[in-house]
């Protein structure tokens, strides 16, 4: 679509004589193609197919984790590892185990930088409770940036879906929060490790 269109109006200008106009539409043109090629791929993954860990829920990088009294999703104190989604970074969300979704939640009004920690409070956002086979339950939080309603979200309660399996979408980056409670996890990441949807181990489950 953005190279009909660009190439449309580069076309019509190169006509009309306007030929910078057109070279630089042109670029436009191929430049934006690119941007989307890349950001809505679907690299192939190896997922790791292990029941005692959580995976990144999307590449990106891990801006923040912390510890707090979670009262919407989880009502526990529970841990939050963060992952931050550049505009320039696959799409796609992901889940980090396999387990049976048990409920879905639209909360949050706010419009913050996906980057800033208080996006992960406030901001327009869908979370997803997920209960593993064990009977461990956690959340996956995908979280709008500035633009509103770009956080999409594809699944609905009741369904059983496997490690890694595609939940939604980020389109244009955002950030996406996985809640586990405290006691029952230990982090495996720090904040500015890089990490890779299906295949980063973020967090193993205590035994």
Request: aromatic residues 6%; hydrophobic residues 45%.
């Amino acid at each position: 679509m953005c190279l009909v269109v660009f190439g449309g109006a580069g076309g019509c200008a190169f006509i009309n004589g306007r030929r910078q106009l057109a070279k630089g539409l042109g670029v436009l043109a191929l430049v934006a193609c690119l941007v989307a090629v890349m950001c809505f791929r679907v690299p192939s993954r190896r997922v790791t197919l292990n029941p005692e860990v959580l995976l990144a829920p999307a590449d990106g990088w891990v801006i923040g984790v912390k510890d707090y009294h979670e009262d919407q999703a989880l009502k526990v104190d529970v841990l939050r590892i963060s992952v931050f989604v550049r505009w320039v970074d696959p799409f796609g969300a992901h889940l980090p185990a396999a387990g049976a979704v048990k409920e879905r939640l639209t909360l949050g009004t706010t419009r913050y930088p996906a980057f800033q920690e208080r996006a992960s409070d406030t901001n327009r956002r869908t979370v997803i409770v997920v209960e593993s086979p064990g009977g461990r339950h956690y959340a996956v939080c995908q979280i709008s940036g500035v633009l509103p309603f770009l956080a999409l979200n594809d699944v609905e309660p009741g369904q059983n879906l496997d490690a890694g399996a595609r939940i939604g979408r980020l389109l244009g980056g955002g950030r996406v929060d996985i809640l586990a409670p405290k006691a029952a996890v230990r982090v495996c990441v720090k904040t500015g490790d890089r990490v890779r949807a299906g295949e980063t181990v973020i967090a193993q489950w205590r035994r």
